[in-house]
C-alpha cells in the first residue's frame, strides 16, 4: 500500500456527486492537494489547501468542487458536485508545504511517496 491513497471514485451521470478521500502515512498537515490527469491531456492542479485553511481552485471546478483537510484523521477530501463528461479522469492526492511566496498555498514535494496512485472518476453525460 502506498504513503497516499485514494478512494472514492466511480462512475456517474452529468450532475452527479461524488467525495473522495485521501488518507496515508504520507499527509501532510501543513499543505495537501488534489490534481488530476486525463487521457491526452497535461496534469490539472485542482485544488489545494494549507493547514491555515488558504484554498486555491482550478477555474474549471470553482464553485463545484470543494476541498478539506481533516487533520486529526490525516484524510483530505474532494467534494465533486455538478460533475460534468470533462472532469473524467484519474484524482491523485500530493503532499506538500506552505509556499513561503504566498502566491498559491503550497508547493508539492516531488518525491513520488508524497503522490497518491490515484482513483477514477467518469462521468457520463
Not at 486525463?38 to 485553511?53: L, S, T, W
Amino acid at each position: 500500500q502506498g504513503r497516499l491513497v485514494e478512494s472514492g471514485g466511480g462512475s456517474v451521470q452529468s450532475g452527479g456527486s461524488l467525495r473522495l478521500s485521501c488518507t496515508g502515512s504520507a499527509y501532510s498537515t501543513a499543505c495537501m492537494g488534489w490534481f488530476r490527469q486525463a487521457p491526452g491531456k497535461e496534469d490539472e492542479k485542482v485544488a489545494e489547501m494549507d493547514g491555515d485553511g488558504k484554498t486555491r481552485y482550478a477555474g474549471s471546478v470553482l464553485g463545484r468542487f470543494t476541498i478539506a483537510m481533516d487533520n486529526a484523521k490525516n484524510t483530505l477530501y474532494l467534494e465533486m458536485n455538478s460533475l460534468k463528461p470533462e472532469d473524467t479522469a484519474r484524482y491523485y492526492c500530493r503532499a506538500g508545504t506552505e509556499n513561503p511566496t504566498g502566491r498559491t498555498p503550497c508547493v508539492f514535494f516531488d518525491d513520488t511517496n508524497y503522490v497518491g496512485q490515484g482513483t477514477q472518476v467518469t462521468v457520463s453525460s
